[in-house]
């Protein structure tokens, strides 16, 4: 059931009461280090700084800046996302996902899927020790 939902201009934000907050990145978004830090501060106070299960979707043509990918790693430590289950739409997507996986490797687990069913599962029967 669902919690609660920010709507920012350029992300939708959905908590859910079975354990997960599901990000949706709108169209023509560019993840930049200014929301990248916006972001942080709405999933600190969602989460109240608890580790969480977080799963990313994408509309048409989003994209994320060089500083934003590095920046991803410097806030990773104080960042509430405890697994990230991203969720593909097309091969951009894909392309940016593998790049950020293998370059900016997260520290947190991670996992990239084709659908949302299969990465909702993921993100709900796994164990991560938080």
Known sequence: MLLRE???PKVDIYLYDDGYIHVHFKDNTVIDVQ?????LNIYL???EGKLYRFLFT?????SITKEARYHANEIEDIS???ASAIVLSNLAHKIIADFYYRINKP???YKVFWSKEKAVKWLLDSDFGF
């Open 6 to 8: 920010i709507d920012h």
């Open 107 to 109: 520290k947190r687990p």
């Open 45 to 47: 106070e969602l989460t």
């Open 58 to 62: 994408g509309g048409e043509f989003v």
């Open 35 to 39: 929301l990248q830090d916006e972001l």
């Open 80 to 82: 509430p996302l405890g």
